[in-house]
């Protein structure tokens, strides 16, 4: 069955600085990440995908096959980063299982 | 813009209810599903839905079941509800079929059961 693992369940960084959550998996197949973001108040909305290998507000995420892992990183973080982030893995059948998901705040 | 709509935005509800909720999407996408979004759970799987009358479980779908009619509306429905189903309950829908479509999501539903 497929897992998908983000360690930290709240991130607290300062504007300015880098960020990385972290994501990892397992799936046996060939896997299909994304991640999520959830703007306080606002819904759930695709920030980015793997397969697209495009940075979306600074954001970047590289899939490391050997360590099944799909870290979201920006080099400086902005006051309005601050969001619940979860990354979601789609299996061949189109579903998509989620993490528990991460809070990041990013301080003044 | 996908735009995926929630018929209630909160619900509060007794012990022992039936409770519908709905959910409506305008870009013809086929597939379709109930999450529920708890602190610290994440987003769990209720039951999907690839096609018209076509329902599939997923990873939590004890107390709920499901119904497709239309293509556009996906309708979630607690047989009686309980306190322990007291969430906030999140529809999706994703076009095409296989593992590159992204999810839509829809505003949310905080159903409370008292």
């Known amino acids: 069955a497929q897992r998908v693992t983000q360690p930290e369940k709240l991130l607290s960084v300062f504007k300015g600085a880098p960020v990385e959550l972290k994501c990892n998996y397992s799936y046996s197949g060939s896997p299909e990440l994304f991640w999520y973001v959830q703007y306080s108040r606002q819904r759930l909305q695709l920030l980015l995908r793997?397969?697209s290998r495009e940075s979306i507000k600074g954001f970047t995420a590289d899939l490391n096959k050997g360590e099944t892992s799909f870290h979201l990183k920006k080099p400086f973080a902005q006051e309005e980063d601050s969001a619940m982030y979860y990354c979601?893995?789609?299996?061949?059948?189109?579903?998509?299982?989620f993490g528990d998901g991460t809070t990041l705040t990013v301080k003044p | 813009d996908v735009k995926v709509t929630q018929s209630s935005r909160y619900l509060v509800k007794r012990t022992g209810e039936k409770v519908f909720l709905e959910c409506v999407q305008d870009m013809d996408h086929e597939n379709m599903f109930w999450y529920r979004q708890d602190p610290g759970l994440g987003l769990r799987l209720i039951y999907f839905s690839y096609d018209v009358k076509m329902k599939e479980k997923g990873d939590i779908p004890e107390g709920y079941s499901v119904s497709r009619e239309k293509k556009e509306r996906f309708s979630l429905i607690l047989e009686s509800a309980s306190t322990n189903q007291t969430s906030m309950y999140l529809c999706?829908?994703?076009f095409g079929y296989g593992k590159l479509s992204p999810l839509h999501f829809g505003n949310g539903t905080r159903l409370t059961v008292t």
């Open positions: 793997h397969i």
């Open positions: 999706a829908s994703s």
């Open positions: 979601a893995l789609n299996t061949n059948a189109g579903k998509s299982t």
